[in-house]
Nanobody, 119 residues
């Protein structure tokens, strides 16, 4: 596992932008898959974006608006969120899989950060 530290988030008006960061300082092992997930009150957790072998996959609801990226030299994962909508309001979690598998099965999670989008 890897220890993930999240930052960013907050409140923004609809149409605005936010950037979430997820650091894993000092980690020297392998990370095979990374991703961002979110959970709104009363709803199940859903995947927002994942990246494996440099290939990003997005939920339909965020395609064209969100971008996942990883700066390996900084041991940091990002989620750039543009054109935010009130329905994007949720607790966001970063995640990583340190095991070499055929699919992403996250075994490490950040502490979560709240994103609130007002209409």
């Amino acid at each position: 596992q890897v220890h993930l530290l999240q930052s960013g988030g907050g409140s923004v008006a609809a149409g605005g932008s936010l950037t979430l960061s997820c650091r894993y300082p000092g980690y020297t092992g392998n990370i095979y898959c990374v991703g961002w997930f979110r959970q709104a009150p009363g709803k199940e957790r859903e995947g927002v974006a994942t990246m494996r072998r440099g290939v990003a996959t997005y939920a339909e609801s965020v395609k064209g608006r969100f971008t996942i990226s990883q700066e390996k030299a900084e041991n940091t994962l990002y989620l750039q969120m543009n054109s935010l909508k009130p329905e994007d309001t949720a607790m966001y979690y970063c995640a990583a899989d340190t095991r070499r598998r055929n699919n992403c099965e996250m075994n490490s999670w950040g502490q979560g950060t709240q994103v609130t989008v007002s209409s």
